[in-house]
């Protein structure tokens, strides 16, 4: 079992930044495939990044490539989602979520889920 905790989300203006963390505990997190998810109000949780084991490969959605930066600390059991050049759109509430298996951009595949985070980005 593995317990994922977000933190880090708040308000911020139009092109501010917000770095988000999720802190794991339980079994060994280096050997999960971590992932960022986010629901927008009265929309469908969408795939935001991934990142394979051990700081393996990384992938993003389009809608945050080149802004988003997936990481992780394995030292610390924690990842990390830094967001630069933030928009209204990317308001949301932010899941982190883990899987035994490679990630991927699919919900399906992930095993464990955070509560979330609520992101707002003002205009």
């Known amino acids: 079992q593995v317990q994922l905790v977000e933190s880090g989300g708040g308000l911020v203006q139009a092109g501010g930044s917000l770095r988000l963390s999720c802190a794991a505990s339980?079994?060994?997190?280096?050997?999960?495939?971590m992932g960022w998810f986010r629901q927008a109000p009265g929309k469908e949780r969408e795939f935001v990044a991934t990142?394979?084991?051990?700081?393996?490969?990384?992938y993003y959605a389009d809608s945050v490539k080149g802004r988003f930066t997936i990481s992780r600390d394995d030292a610390k059991n924690t990842a990390y989602l830094q967001m630069n050049s933030l928009k209204p759109e990317d308001t949301a509430v932010y899941y982190c979520?883990?899987?035994?298996?490679?990630?991927?951009?699919?919900?399906?595949?992930?095993?464990?889920w955070g509560q979330g985070t609520q992101v707002t980005v003002s205009s």
């Open positions: 979520a883990a899987d035994r298996r490679a990630g991927g951009s699919w919900e399906g595949d992930y095993d464990y």
């Open positions: 339980g079994r060994t997190f280096s050997s999960y495939a």
């Open positions: 990142i394979g084991w051990s700081g393996g490969s990384t």
